[in-house]
């Protein structure tokens, strides 16, 4: 069972035995029972206890993320001069399972200012369309730390 879905039960539980089903009293039997499951993580496997969290984090860099870029695309788009340096960057993958790569390929396209163009057939390169890249090698570089880090770690 996953243990998000252990943790909830839990927290049903816990508002079974109090007889409250109060929005506080849930909040603090969650808490409480990820902390008891927190104390017996061994007898877990350590990826499944921290999956949860690791999907939150990147759910949480990719609102960062299209906030950031939003707000440059709009900022660039409104300034009067709009030098833009358009280019399509072949991005190494070192993520192999085609879901991966499916939500690296959805996530670079749902930020403003990217597009993900093709996937080659060996599934080893994505190409990206970039509205505005200085560097190639940053952009490769920030995706590989960002999101393609965040994704290994949520599906590891």
Not at 23 to 49: H, P, Y
Not at 89 to 112: C, D, K, Q, R
Request: aromatic share 12%.
């Amino acid at each position: 069972m996953n243990l998000l879905v252990f943790n909830i039960v839990l927290a049903l539980i816990w508002g079974v035995v109090t007889n409250s089903f109060s929005a506080s009293n849930l909040i603090f039997g969650f808490v409480l029972a990820f902390v008891c499951l927190w104390l017996v993580r061994e007898r877990f496997d350590q990826n499944n206890f921290y999956r949860p969290f690791r999907i939150l984090l990147l759910i949480a860099l990719f609102v960062y993320e299209l906030a950031l870029s939003g707000f440059r695309v709009a900022r660039d788009t409104l300034s009067p001069s709009m030098k833009f340096r358009p280019a399509i960057v072949a991005f190494p993958l070192e993520l192999e399972s085609p879901v991966g790569i499916m939500l690296l390929a959805n996530l670079i396209t749902l930020t403003p200012g990217t597009l993900s163009v093709d996937v080659s057939t060996d599934r080893s390169t994505l190409y990206i369309h970039a509205m505005d890249v200085d560097d190639a090698d940053a952009l490769r570089a920030d995706i590989r730390n960002g999101f393609e880090r965040r994704i290994r770690e949520a599906l590891e």
